[in-house]
């Protein structure tokens, strides 16, 4: 695991993807990662948002009632992380503090229980609709604790350096760019035989709300 471009004296959000989630050796990965680290991991829906994507897509949900439920998946996995690894735990309210994050050792962010709470002015920058997912989610909370960098981690490889290249390629969510852009963003691909953080680029003057 090599994250050589991002200092390890700050705190850093990683946003795990879903999809990784029955990555038999993600314990051991999540370790490596976070060694000498202060990691807040914002754990992606994964299967649980994507089965709310088809039920809204059906019509069987409204915009607003998706939208949480795709958050509440994001808790769910969250629960799962907490639960299954050794060596995680849960924020618990020191996400407000990162300087006091253990180092070495990933905290999990309830999303939904965040977003309700401490961090509901956030929850108002998320536009209910797949145009903001859990790539964007963390953004908004690295941006509203005061962290200056972003991972995402991910299960391939990214199509381009360029945030906006990855929007408009569907491997991120098309929010992503303008939330992320005054953040110093990588990427990571877990399922790589030797996973390497990458830096990416933001447009200029992407990170103008």
């Not at 000498?36 to 992606?44: A, F, N, Q, S």
């Not at 809204?56 to 994001?74: F, R, Y």
């Not at 963003?185 to 003057?205: D, I, M």
Request: negative net charge; contains cysteine; charged residues 20%.
């Amino acid at each position: 695991m090599r994250i050589d471009d991002f200092d390890s004296s700050k705190p850093l959000v990683l946003k795990l993807g879903g999809s990784l989630l029955d990555l038999w050796n993600l314990g051991d990965l999540l370790l490596q990662f976070g060694q000498g680290r202060r990691i807040l991991i914002v754990p992606g829906g994964g299967v649980a948002a994507d089965t709310v994507r088809q039920l809204d897509v059906c019509g069987l949900l409204k915009a607003e009632q998706s939208h949480w439920m795709a958050i509440e998946a994001m808790s769910f996995n969250a629960g799962l992380l907490r639960r299954t690894l050794v060596g995680v735990s849960a924020a618990d309210g020191l996400e407000l503090t990162p300087w006091r994050w253990p180092e070495g050792l990933p905290l999990v962010l309830d999303p939904a229980g965040w977003l309700l709470g401490s961090g509901c002015a956030a929850a108002a920058q998320i536009p209910a609709s797949w145009d903001a997912t859990s790539d964007s989610i963390a953004a908004i909370v690295a941006a509203a604790i005061g962290v200056e960098s972003l991972i995402l981690g991910k299960s391939c490889e990214p199509c381009s350096m360029s945030m906006a290249d990855l929007a408009a390629g569907g491997q991120v969510d098309a929010c992503f760019p303008r939330f992320a852009g005054r953040l110093r963003a990588g990427w990571c691909n877990f399922r790589a035989p030797v996973p390497k953080v990458v830096c990416l680029q933001a447009e200029t003057g992407q990170g103008d709300q």
